[in-house]
């Protein structure tokens, strides 16, 4: 059989989105599935898929909670994810180019948690998207790591022998953020290098992302494993930022990483409230409102092309 599907990406963050109708109910096919279509040499390629789902009006997807559209989503490994920062840009961005709502602020759930969009429309189509991300979570049995203190702000961890310091942030989904100095160095590893060299890019080194972030992944402090952000501070308002995300290792961008990596860094007054985000794919602007302690985030989002693959269940 046919199954239709549409790339997107929102700054580099790419995934395969798919109408929730061609979703495969058994669970092994449907995560087979994804690994196959994700697969950047012999499928489609991408950092996972995301399939949509239509909610009927006035139905709760949780006791008490509406939302227009339903986001499923799946790292590139088959995996379930439970947020995407990046991905819920572009289910907002495909539902109203495709016809599925006129309404330029739209609600979509995942996982149980619902978020409010704001759709910016040129020409009948969506270009940009502010989404309402929620309170941080700061406890670190709700993130959840494994930790004597009840936030974990600059804590020491240990990884392949050496030690690192984290601040960690749920945003929907674990992340672990690491702050990086001037000259690309790790902050908390005596000062040195994990193999930081520039790449072409012109950013702190892919061998510190993917040699540091494999293993605080799969750390065993971490029970549902977790996304790991490298952040250097340029000055007050903006970081640069690399991402090593759980289940499917570096991407251009992580918008709920950027989300916490921002308030990673109000947390240890590196920067102000509302920051721009420098990743490999593009900018992101975050915001934490304190007084609502309430996450925002804005970006692009666009498509890349439509497409059709074969799959035999």
Not at 19 to 43: I, M, T, Y
Not at 190 to 202: M, P, V, Y
Request: net charge negative; with cysteine.
């Amino acid at each position: 059989m046919k199954i239709k599907f549409t790339k997107m990406q929102g700054c580099g963050n790419d995934y395969i989105y798919m109408e929730g109708s061609q979703r495969p109910e058994n669970a092994e096919k449907r995560a087979e599935l994804v690994r196959r279509l994700s697969d950047r040499h012999f499928g489609i390629g991408g950092d996972g898929v995301i399939w949509i789902h239509r909610v009927p009006e006035g139905k709760e997807t949780e006791p008490g909670q509406k939302a227009d559209f339903e986001m499923e989503m799946y790292n590139a490994d088959g995996s379930r994810a439970e947020m995407c920062g990046n991905g819920i840009r572009c289910v907002a961005k495909y539902v109203y180019d495709r016809g599925w709502t006129d309404r330029q602020q739209i609600s979509i759930v995942s996982c149980g948690n619902v978020k409010l969009l704001d759709l910016s429309v040129e020409d009948g189509k969506v270009v940009k998207v502010r989404v309402s991300m929620g309170a941080p979570v700061l406890k670190a049995a709700e993130v959840p790591v494994i930790s004597d203190a009840e936030e974990v702000i600059g804590e020491e961890i240990e990884a392949g022998g050496k030690k690192y310091k984290i601040t960690c942030v749920s945003m929907g989904n674990p992340h672990a953020v690491i702050f990086v100095d001037e000259k690309n160095i790790l902050i908390g590893t005596d000062n040195e290098n994990e193999g930081g060299k520039a790449d072409s890019r012109d950013v702190f080194g892919r061998n510190m992302v993917e040699g540091v972030g494999s293993l605080i992944e799969k750390h065993p402090r971490f029970p549902k494993k977790t996304n790991t952000e490298f952040v250097k501070v340029l000055d007050r308002k903006t970081i640069q930022m690399r991402v090593w995300e759980r289940g499917t290792g570096e991407t251009l961008a992580c918008g709920t990483g950027a989300c916490a990596a921002a308030v990673a860094c109000i947390l240890n007054d590196l920067t102000e409230e509302e920051v721009t985000v420098k990743l490999l794919g593009g900018e992101l602007n975050i915001l934490w409102d304190r007084k609502e302690n309430m996450v925002y985030m804005s970006g692009p989002a666009e498509t890349v092309f439509d497409g059709e693959t074969d799959y035999n269940e």
